[in-house]
């Protein structure tokens, strides 16, 4: 799809202001603005991303309180805690967080993660039951456990307390935990509204460590060092696609150096797998290696074996479920394409003419566990708020993504009478519901998406950082966006745009095309990679270009390259 190419506003005196105070490029300056920046107080945050400085007090958190008393009390007492993770990267990583620590504080936790096809999301009443068999007295929940007020009452009467830990948005009626850690409930004070659940994992160990610091309970010993647990937090924390601002920027900052360095068994057999070496990891590194990896234990198999790998000590063990996860990995790929092209099918048989404002799709026996991608890969495609079914005997599971102006979960709200269940946050859902329900549900989704967006929303757009010369481009400039790194959601790479310059060259290779383009007298090697449909003009014709910069190594030699991501016939005007 043809994109619009947005350029971002800024506040020309708040760049001045920054570039003389940091002594830092306009450039610079001009991305630090946009990314909310401003003030120096605000930007100097930000460049140092500092663990002491830069993480509010655990016991903002509504609910923080009651759960490391809790906790703390479990563990004076010797109790065993159980901790209950949902099965994707962002559950799983949280629970072996907590598991770690638990255990190297000297606790005695056991952890439950739920088969995705054979109990679904959440908490269930049969898991419950067969913790509380075991003689489970305290359950705590990570990623999960905010929609499930049916099940946490029925533990509470039986027995078990519930501590949950989730950041999906709240329903109306709070489940009747003992305590609830969740940024996004109505009376919380924390001001960080952008954590996700391993983030909130180790926010609830920064917590219990400061209680059992006021107990005693490290007398005589050195307390842990809970920087340690970040090379973990980071893999949930980028994979799970939050916000890479405030806190999350702050322990992703960190938890990468912890990565490139980890000793923990898990992490560098998982690291091996993926072809990873030794030495500094990408945020970009973790959310397309590390990350789907991780994922797919629990989209084709069982996510329990990812808190395994990440909580074993033994090396062997840990590859083992490592390679596992590969293959894993792979079946997922395999399945993800076959489901992809089916679902297009049904779009095209469903929607021809594009003149929907959303799209929902469902067959008999997709497989949940790739459900979610295929929703992600079709909103790339149409820019759509989408939701993908796959039904069995005559019930569906599902799982939706969303562009920006609809709110997934609010939008499912709309629908909830028509759903078995549903939950997730602004821009992914999942959801169940009656096969004889699907058409229904189908057309009231697209009525609240006709009423929320506008025809402008559904064309895809690039935000563009700053215009740039050629004459600007060089290794002082790429190394200076360094300090802006980690990239991701909320902090993306920085995108530039030229106008008016020559193509002079044009390589296709298997993977893309390769260029030189010219400005003035500057020439620059660039690169489209994937189909470069839309790139390819007429050497010697004048084009605009998007375009990310990048350091390319050859023979020894470093040099600036251009990684081009649209470009257009000049003459167009930029929208502001």
């Not at 394409?337 to 049904?346: G, K, M």
Request: some cysteine.
């Amino acid at each position: 799809m043809r994109k619009r190419w947005i350029l971002k506003d800024i506040n020309a005196g708040a760049v001045a202001r920054l570039a003389q105070t940091f002594k830092i490029s306009a450039i610079v300056a001009r991305i630090l603005a946009q990314r909310g920046c401003e003030e120096p107080e605000a930007a100097r945050s930000f460049l140092s991303a500092n663990l002491r400085t830069g993480l509010p007090s655990p016991f903002l958190m509504a609910g923080m309180e009651e759960a490391t008393d809790r906790l703390l009390r479990a563990l004076k007492a010797g109790e065993r805690i159980a901790v209950w993770g949902d099965y994707d990267v962002d559950g799983t990583t949280g629970a072996a967080t907590l598991v770690s620590f638990l255990s190297n504080v000297g606790g005695q936790p056991v952890f439950y993660v739920p088969h995705r096809i054979e109990e679904g999301y959440g908490l269930n009443t049969d898991g419950l039951k067969r913790l509380g068999e075991s003689g489970i007295r305290l359950v705590v929940t990570v990623d999960c456990g905010i929609s499930n007020y049916k099940e946490v009452e029925i533990a509470q009467g039986s027995g078990m307390d519930v501590v949950i830990v989730d950041h999906h948005v709240p329903p109306p009626d709070l489940p009747p935990a003992i305590a609830i850690l969740n940024p996004h409930r109505s009376d919380c004070s924390f001001p960080d509204k952008g954590l996700c659940g391993a983030g909130l994992a180790f926010y609830l160990i920064i917590g219990l460590r400061a209680k059992l610091r006021e107990a005693g309970w490290f007398s005589g010993k050195e307390d842990p060092d809970i920087r340690r647990y970040l090379d973990i937090v980071a893999l949930g924390t980028i994979a799970d696609m939050v916000p890479l601002r405030g806190v999350n920027r702050v322990l992703t900052r960190r938890g990468l150096v912890e990565l490139a360095d980890s000793k923990r068994p898990g992490v560098r057999a998982l690291k091996e797998v993926a072809g990873i070496s030794e030495g500094k990891v990408s945020a970009g590194q973790v959310g397309f290696q590390l990350g789907p990896r991780i994922n797919a234990a629990g989209r084709i198999d069982a996510g329990i074996k990812v808190v395994e790998m990440l909580t074993t000590e033994s090396a062997d063990s840990a590859l083992r479920i490592a390679r596992e996860l590969d293959e894993h990995n792979r079946e997922r790929r395999i399945l993800e394409t076959q489901v992809l092209q089916e679902a297009l099918e049904e779009v095209e048989a469903t929607a021809p003419s594009g003149e929907r404002y959303s799209v929902v799709v469902g067959r008999e026996g997709w497989h949940p566990g790739v459900l979610g991608i295929v929703a992600s890969r079709i909103v790339e495609r149409f820019h759509r708020p989408t939701v993908v079914v796959g039904f069995h005997d005559g019930m569906g599971k599902g799982s939706g993504r969303s562009i920006r102006g609809f709110h997934m979960v609010e939008g499912l709200r709309r629908c909830a009478d028509l759903l078995e269940k549903f939950g997730g946050h602004e821009y992914a859902g999942g959801l169940s519901l009656s096969q004889e329900k699907f058409s229904l549900f189908a057309e009231r989704l697209e009525a609240v998406a006709q009423a929320c967006l506008t025809p402008e929303d559904l064309v895809p757009f690039l935000e563009v950082d700053a215009p740039l010369d050629f004459s600007a481009i060089g290794l002082p400039l790429t190394r200076e966006l360094e300090a802006l790194r980690p990239f991701g959601v909320g902090n993306p790479e920085p995108l530039f745009v030229t106008e008016a310059v020559e193509l002079s060259e044009q390589r296709p290779f298997a993977g893309g095309c390769r260029f030189r383009l010219r400005q003035g007298d500057r020439s620059l090697s660039a690169v489209a990679f994937g189909a470069a449909e839309g790139f390819e003009r007429e050497t010697g014709g004048r084009i605009d270009i998007v375009y990310r910069l990048a350091e390319n190594e050859w023979n020894g030699n470093t040099t600036v390259e251009l990684r081009l991501v649209d470009a257009r016939p000049s003459g167009k005007k930029l929208d502001h």
